[in-house]
């Protein structure tokens, strides 16, 4: 038979919450922490931890042949991979951001302004549909800190509990898009591969329906 190699996140929020679901279905990993790879003792599995960011293009190269991602990412970076289950956790908003004290009223507060973000795609999209004319600046971590250091006006980036825009002074202005962890598949697995992918599956559904 032939080994579903996935991706799940190194380090940050959905790494718990996916070793933990892989756990659910049975499957034993080996977890050393050091390691970037890790196969499973009773599953055909082996699984790499790899930055979020990059986990697009590993499954469009079929690198990796499924993906534990946040939706937000694919919407960021792979509109052209499918996914095929929601996982019901990791649930987030990606969302604009302003300094409390400002007057907001609609997107045309952001013409001409600047925006810090981890998710430029996403949000030029959503200036286009305002029609809205904004710079845009790319930031890959603490995208909060930017309206405070002078760096920007505004901010896109996640919001989960809402802690990080409270601790750095901002308020959320704009909903872009409502996420959570999915499945998400390489447009290159095989015929092969694909019937692991069903048997996981099916472990996964059965996992999920014990949830709700
Ligand atoms: C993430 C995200 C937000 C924050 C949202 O940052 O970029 O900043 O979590 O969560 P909250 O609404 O519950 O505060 P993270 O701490 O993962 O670090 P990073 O931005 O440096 O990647
Ligand atoms: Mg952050």
Known sequence: MSTLKMAIQKSGR?????LKI???????????????KASASNFPLEVFYLRNGDIP???RDGVVDVAIIGENVLIEKGQDIDFVERLGFSKCK??????KNEIYT??????GKKIATSYPNTVQKYLNAASVSTNVHLINGSV???PNIGLADGICDIVSSGSTLFKNNLKEVEVLLKSE???????????????????????IQSVLKGRN
């Open 144 to 146: 909060e800190i930017a």
């Open 14 to 18: 959905l790494n718990q919450d996916s």
């Open 106 to 111: 609609d997107m045309s507060y952001f013409e």
């Open 181 to 203: 962890a999915v499945l998400a598949v390489s447009p290159r697995i095989s015929v092969e591969t694909q019937k692991v992918l069903d048997k996981l599956q099916f472990r």
């Open 22 to 36: 892989i756990k659910d279905c049975g499957i034993s990993i080996d977890n050393g922490k050091d390691q970037l």
């Open 57 to 59: 293009q590993y499954l």
């Open 94 to 99: 990606v969302s604009l951001a302003v300094p």
